[in-house]
């Protein structure tokens, strides 16, 4: 069991949006920064945002990040059938492991 | 352009050893800590270990400490796994990925993976 829980799984229609939440504690999210990876089974995982909201160069401003509290949330707009894929966030952990990830979530652009 | 090419993955029995190499380019290796981040089939990312860029710092996780070895020789750029006393959960893909500090640390870029499977 994943120390950052997230939602096992959303979808939405193409062009929609959709947000993609990470709930942690004290110890990871709240006191740390948080980032985000798109990951497609049998591929290299790529990362989509870092620092809370920061997005690496070549990475489409579809995709942003926002931190509040315990929580931060991935959102994603304009959906396209690209996206489909599995989300992970991921932070370092004052209290147990130097790094954790969240559980996933596969995103199912309908 | 950053290039990850992990290798060594395989079948191995219980109890046994294997060590995975990650081979990169496109970057100043010996400036990156690096990591290796694995998935057990139908489950998520898990962390496994991290190595600063001299090799002076190392991390483990809880459920790899004592048995697996994390190094690298920056005079090739390689970065590497050694995994003993294998047990069936050790059974993942095991990728290796380049780490990055602006405000915290976060994976940059990642390789393709290798596959290690643990069974009798």
């Known amino acids: 069991q994943s120390v950052l829980t997230q939602p096992p799984s959303v979808s939405a229609a193409p062009g929609q949006t959709v947000t993609i939440s990470c709930s942690g504690s004290?110890?990871?999210?709240?006191?740390?920064?948080v980032s985000w990876y798109q990951h497609l089974p049998g591929t290299a995982p790529k990362l989509l945002i870092y620092d809370n909201n920061k997005r690496p160069s070549g990475i489409p401003d579809r995709f942003s990040g926002s931190k509040s509290g315990t929580s931060a949330t991935l959102g994603i707009t304009g959906l396209q059938t690209g996206d489909e894929a599995d989300y992970y966030c991921?932070?370092?952990?004052?209290?147990?492991?130097?790094?954790?990830f969240g559980g996933g979530t596969k995103l199912t652009v309908l | 352009e950053v290039h990850l090419l992990e290798s060594g993955g395989g079948l191995v029995q219980p109890g046994g050893s294997l060590r995975l190499s990650c081979a990169a380019s496109g970057f100043t290796f010996s400036t990156y800590a690096m990591s290796w981040v694995r998935q057990a089939p139908g489950k998520g990312l898990e962390w496994v270990s991290s190595?600063?860029?001299?090799?002076?710092?190392?991390y483990y996780a809880d459920s790899v400490k004592g048995r697996f070895t994390i190094s690298r020789d920056n005079s090739k750029s390689t970065l590497y796994l050694q995994m003993n006393s294998l047990r069936a959960e050790d059974t993942a893909v095991y990728y290796c990925?380049?780490?990055?500090?602006?405000?915290?640390?976060?994976?940059?870029?990642w390789g393709q993976g290798t596959l290690v499977t643990v069974s009798s």
């Open positions: 004290s110890s990871d999210i709240e006191n740390n920064y």
């Open positions: 991921g932070t370092c952990d004052s209290s147990l492991s130097p790094w954790v």
């Open positions: 990925a380049n780490q990055l500090y602006s405000s915290s640390w976060y994976f940059d870029h």
């Open positions: 190595i600063s860029g001299g090799g002076g710092t190392i």
